[in-house]
């Protein structure tokens, strides 16, 4: 009677076990945040490989999209791509090359994640009046908006921005106060380009 029991138990706890490994795992938080560590290495290993001296045409005829002197001078088409994909839903990347008033080159790697929100890797090396505190960041953040218009100044000039958000409903006259108060950062949000 004993070994019945007991063989009786053993197949409860196989059939148990089994039945285990055909549910699909849980990815724990210590796994996302490995495979999240893994893509910045790799977002910044592909920004590492970009020359030091990179004048804006070499930026766009590398794909990149490429701001200088408050226009678009490159990469239309990989921007559209990566709205496109945004807008679907679906894994998306694409590099800003933004050139401030001196001519350096800040670049921005936004990666739009499967599951939702946008992984950053910023890269300011090529920039002479970078901190050391922002040559290389790191940034996550849940919404990207495109502002057609917006005045940065009183004057009635009319901008396209695009920014990064961990407010949703972060709408256009919010994010004019954030900037008339300087409290972009303070409110987790990232001007990722000014045309």
Known sequence: MKRAIAAVLCAVVLAAGCGRADEPAEKEPAQNEQQETGKEE????????????????DAASMGFYTI???????????WEAFLQADAEGKEASVVVCQYTREGGAI???VYRQPEGGYLVVSDSTRDELATEANLHRTQNFTSLKVFEQFKLTEDGQEYTICVLSNEPELDEETFRTYWREMSTEAHQTYLLFVI
């Open 42 to 57: 790799e977002m910044q290993a592909e920004l590492d490989e970009v020359p030091m001296e990179l004048p804006s045409e």
């Open 68 to 78: 200088a002197n408050g226009e678009v001078v490159g990469g239309e088409d990989a």
């Open 107 to 109: 670049l921005d790697y």
